[in-house]
């Protein structure tokens, strides 16, 4: 499975949405400027995210997008979902070899696990640390 620009940047919408989340609607203008994206495209995207609800629109002079729900209920797998589709490396095919379709499986699980247990909230309040000594590294 490859996450094509559709699934990134709208996740880079939702986590800019989440970095103001109470602070008011905000412009797709905005965070097409902050992201250096298309503000064409982003308009596109917008769409499929409004009518799964996880976002509404303001109009007027000073309106936007804001999210509907607090970030720490939405989930990285729910964007992609949203704007990708199911999530799944490849089409389990039921006559498969058991080995390569129990593999398809647990790398399928494996993303979910990862996607699903990563919050917007998470992604917004992201830092990185060069701090090496969190990680074990075996040769």
Do not use: C
């Amino acid at each position: 499975m490859k996450i094509s620009t559709k699934g990134r940047y709208g996740l880079t919408i939702m986590i800019a949405l989440a970095k103001k989340h109470g602070d008011g609607p905000i412009s797709l203008r905005s965070i097409a400027k902050d992201y250096h994206l298309s503000e064409h495209y982003l308009e596109q995207l917008i769409a499929p995210l409004r009518n799964a609800m996880y976002v509404k629109s303001v109009r007027g002079a000073y309106g936007g997008y804001m999210l509907t729900t607090d970030p720490k209920e939405v989930t990285a797998g729910d964007i992609i979902r949203v704007l990708e589709g199911p999530i799944s490396p490849v089409e389990v095919v039921e006559d498969e070899e058991p080995a390569k379709r129990d593999l398809w499986i647990k790398i399928r699980d494996a993303v979910k696990e990862v996607l699903d247990s990563t919050t917007l909230d998470d992604l917004a309040n992201y830092e990185e640390t060069d701090d090496l000594e969190d990680y074990m590294f075996y040769i």
